[in-house]
């Protein structure tokens, strides 16, 4: 790919960035027409009668287009690299996000990492800018929705120069909704001056199963009063900096066991146990104005006994949502290339059915031209009325002018200044700095101390790193511990040593004074507890350090000290080597219980447990 980073002012590579006087330009007859205020407040009827008055304008093919986010590959909206022009005509029937819009007319775009979107600030900026004017510059041209899952921790689309926090169960560990506000402000403010005006952001889902093994650490925790207060505290966060939250995945993802990108998952819980925990959040969230809620593939027959995921369930979204919470903002279907909305109906049926469910946006559909022509052809049958693709737009045009789309919708030039500020990455640090949970200190084997234990060896998994941050953990970790005095080496070890690897590690302890071992999602079978066990054998002191879910404290009960990070981002793990090093003390308490691996019935460690220096 091409390096974006050394581009002009006014352009970025092979990103031709629009001037502020082309989008300007294009966006001055919508602005007039319209005169709606861009301050975020509640839409007036004298905005909601011009909103209406520019639906009643549109044909049908750009009202069913106003109703899909999309993917689409590339850095330029106009001049991507001929490999993204490649998978742009394989996949989606275009060359180019403009020739994306300008053919389907789509309301959304969506971000990913692997699409190419997100190579550095300026070049994100010039993409979505390129966006903006080429959807303004169609007839009755409107302003685009560009979003991007940027959750912190596991899940992040932008990664670095942009500031990085740790995810959502490390912030159920700080247990701030001061440091959940910071999050949002911060991230929101960085994503607003790159261009993106909405955040599938924050996990909504209340973590109550140990294994779920697509929620996790993605979750505030196992508390649904502690998971709202910090839900509705990113929410505000983000509406300060202008960009919508979006609370996901309604109606609670949060005790699966199944992947729904995979299968179907199902939720066994009673209806009254569904209020008092997965709903939770959901009403904190809409009591704080969230601006969008993602819906859930999974089975609910406590609310909707069909067999249908909620996504498609018309008692679930209009009954549940709309109607007994009140929540009258835009609903946003989870991927439709997922496969969890996919087992029981065709592509072409999955739209039309999540419309009369009580969706407004379709959400990345495996083929684009398969899901807008199912609708289109739905309205014309007349099983979809217009009147009812129009209740949909309207809720995302307000949305769109809520977000000041209609006055200028453009990425803020100067604005990128604000990316990865001093200040916004030492906000992360400290915040970081109150999450480092400590489990097990048997022995005061911690802190380690750079004067009597100098030489540490830090072993164990690097998984993938997860948002373009420096990565590896272990050799993060290590270059940590060095900062702070000690000479540290790094050996990785993966998430399923062999026994070569783990005698490698064995003997790489003999010559040091300490050991840490990362370990990642340990299940009982795995040959991380014998690397921790063989570790724990020569006699040196050992450090464990959970990466991911802290649930793995239970598989390996003779270490003598362990602590939770939540996450392997660089973030996370600088803070747990400054609690490693006794630079600061341990703060975080645990949000969620961990209970023992030869009896889960019999809770280990509860919530609000955490010990410190």
Not at 307 to 318: K, R
Not at 478 to 500: D, H, I, Q
Not at 510 to 520: C, E, F, P, R
Request: charged share 20%; hydrophobic share 40%; net charge negative.
């Amino acid at each position: 790919m091409h390096d974006a980073s050394t581009g002009s002012d006014s352009s970025t590579g092979n990103t031709a960035r629009p001037s502020r006087r082309a989008v300007l330009a294009a966006t001055a007859g919508l602005t007039a027409a319209l005169a709606v205020p861009t301050t975020a407040r509640a839409a007036t009827p004298g905005d909601d009668r011009r909103l209406r008055a520019l639906i009643s304008r549109m044909t049908l093919e750009e009202k069913v287009g106003q109703l899909f986010v999309m993917r689409v590959y590339g850095a330029s909206a106009t001049d991507p690299d001929q490999a993204d022009i490649d998978a742009n005509l394989k996949e989606i029937g275009v060359r180019t996000a403009a020739e994306l819009i300008a053919k389907y007319r789509v309301g959304g775009i969506i971000y990913f990492a692997w699409a190419h979107n997100t190579h550095d600030p300026r070049q994100i900026a010039g993409l979505s800018d390129g966006i903006q004017c080429a959807s303004l510059a169609q007839p009755r041209g409107l302003p685009v929705l560009i979003a991007t899952d940027q959750e912190h921790g596991a899940v992040c689309r932008v990664g670095k120069p942009a500031t990085l926090f740790p995810g959502a169960m490390a912030i159920g560990a700080g247990g701030s909704r001061a440091d959940a506000h910071t999050l949002g402000r911060v991230s929101g403010t960085e994503l607003r001056a790159m261009g993106i005006n909405q955040d599938y952001s924050p996990d909504s889902d209340v973590n109550v199963n140990p294994a779920n093994p697509v929620i996790g650490v993605r979750s505030f925790g196992a508390d649904p009063d502690a998971v709202a207060a910090l839900v509705a505290a990113e929410v505000t966060g983000y509406q300060a900096a202008r960009v919508a939250a979006t609370a996901k995945h309604f109606p609670g993802h949060g005790d699966t066991a199944t992947d729904s990108h995979t299968g179907l998952p199902v939720i066994t819980h009673s209806r009254e146990l569904w209020e008092k925990l997965d709903a939770v959040p959901f009403r904190a969230a809409i009591a704080a104005g969230i601006d969008s809620i993602m819906t859930a593939h999974i089975q609910f027959p406590a609310l909707d006994d069909s067999g249908d995921p909620a996504t498609l369930s018309h008692p679930i979204l209009t009954g549940i949502l709309r109607g007994e919470l009140g929540y009258d903002g835009v609903v946003i279907t989870d991927s439709l290339g997922m496969e969890g909305v996919r087992v029981k109906y065709g592509d072409d049926r999955v739209p039309v059915l999540a419309l009369k469910a009580g969706v407004d946006q379709l959400l990345n559909p495996p083929s684009l031209d398969v899901a807008w022509n199912a609708v289109l052809k739905a309205v014309r049958s007349g099983e979809l009325t217009e009147s009812r693709l129009d209740e949909s737009i309207l809720r995302i045009l307000r949305l769109k002018a809520r977000l000041g789309l209609f006055d200028d919708p453009r990425a803020g030039r100067t604005d990128l200044d604000r990316v990865g500020t001093p200040a916004h990455l030492a906000a992360a640090d400290r915040i970081a700095g109150r999450t480092t949970t400590l489990l097990v200190n048997e022995d005061d084997t911690l802190p380690f101390s750079p004067r009597t234990q100098p030489r540490v060896l830090v072993v164990g998994a690097d998984p993938a790193s997860p948002s373009a941050t420096d990565g590896p953990p272990t050799a993060v970790l290590a270059a940590a511990l060095t900062e702070l005095g000690f000479t540290a080496t790094a050996l990785s070890t993966g998430t399923a040593p062999s026994a070569a690897t783990i005698a490698k590690a064995v003997a790489a302890a003999q010559d040091a004074d300490a050991v840490v071992v990362a370990t990642y999602n340990v299940t009982a079978g795995s040959s991380q507890t014998t690397l921790v066990r063989q570790l724990l054998a020569t006699g040196r002191p050992v450090a464990a350090v959970a990466v991911r879910n802290p649930y793995d404290v239970a598989q390996y009960p003779a270490v003598k000290a362990c602590l939770a990070s939540y996450g392997w981002t660089d973030v996370e793990v600088r803070a747990a080597a400054r609690v490693i090093a006794g630079d600061v003390p341990p703060r975080g308490k645990l949000p969620v219980p961990v209970q023992r691996a030869d009896d889960p019935t019999q809770v280990l460690y509860p919530i609000g447990y955490g010990l410190t220096y």
